[in-house]
């Protein structure tokens, strides 16, 4: 069965940077259409960036400008470069899939990776 291992997080002083990686275990496996989701203690789950098929992404509005995502096709791999880093970008971050991907990666997102802690001290 397929699965989303997530790497990347960790601690780092507000201003830095981290580069977070999410894998398919297994490589067979279309993962067209991704993105990347935050949860912080008692906070509601909110997404953070998207990529479309076509390469297409897609931000929120309080990671413009500051986050890049990306996906290595080939290697079944999404990415999310984080600059600019503030503490309110604390959180649980999880990368997520839509398997099989529908045409204009539209619906929900039905499969989840584990998780990987980011948190950024003031």
């Known amino acids: 069965q397929v699965q989303l291992v997530e790497s990347g997080g960790g601690s780092v002083q507000a201003g830095g940077s981290l580069r977070l990686s999410c894998t398919a275990s297994?490589?067979?496996?279309?993962?067209?259409?991704m993105g990347w989701f935050r949860q912080a203690p008692e906070k509601e789950r909110e997404g953070v960036a998207s990529?479309?098929?076509?390469?297409?992404?897609l931000y929120a509005d309080s990671v413009k400008g500051r986050f890049t995502i990306s996906k290595d096709n080939a290697k079944k791999t999404l990415y999310l470069q984080m600059n600019s880093l503030n503490p309110e970008d604390s959180a649980m971050y999880y990368c997520?899939?839509?398997?099989?991907?529908?045409?204009?990666?539209?619906?929900?997102?039905?499969?989840w990776g584990q998780g990987t802690q980011v948190t950024v001290s003031s």
């Open positions: 297994t490589y067979t496996a279309s993962l067209d259409c």
């Open positions: 990529i479309r098929r076509d390469g297409t992404p």
């Open positions: 997520a899939a839509k398997v099989p991907p529908p045409t204009y990666c539209a619906g929900a997102y039905n499969l």
